[in-house]
């Protein structure tokens, strides 16, 4: 995810930002998200950002669903969760058994069962430090951050609220097949990052 220089700072007493005020926000194409009272805003991903978070839906997303284990979804989403009000994650996986979790006005209220961020190489701390410390507290089980430049996948797991961060903490490179801790899950890491011919 692509974080513009804006990021506001309300990380003291001025930490005031809540859902409510996230609905008030124009739809202007850029992503807002709140973390602990934090707001930050990301402009629109880029086209190879996008093209990655093709190849999650592609390779992870539809097996997914076509083997009937849930659905996937993607940015832009408000997910609402704890010390999340909301995030707005490339990609996520639900069970079928957590599609509940899908309110009537289009948010997802609670924790998703995998979350998947594409590494912005202008601002990677939001996605390594920010969001993986705010997905900790919240409880995601499961926690992937693809880096398009090292073409690498890490994986994150078993949530330690208290200590706002992982547990378990694996590294799969380009060479390998990435198997999920928590998912029925096997995808190659290549494929993840193999772009459309022509596109560099």
Known sequence: MTVSAIEYQLRSSEATWTYAR???LP???NRYEVIDGVLYMTTAPSSHHQLINSRLVLHVGAPWESAGHGIFLYAP???IMPGCDP???DFLLLRSENLSLLAADGRLRGVPDLIAEVLSPSNP???LLTKRAAYARAGVPEYWVLDPEARRVLVLSQPEPASADFAAVQT???DATLSSPTLPIQVSVAALFQLPPGVE
């Open 87 to 89: 995030v707005q994650p």
């Open 27 to 29: 739809d202007d194409g």
């Open 22 to 24: 996230w609905e008030q």
């Open 125 to 127: 701390e939001h996605d």
């Open 77 to 79: 989403i408000g997910v």
């Open 172 to 174: 799969f490179a380009l």
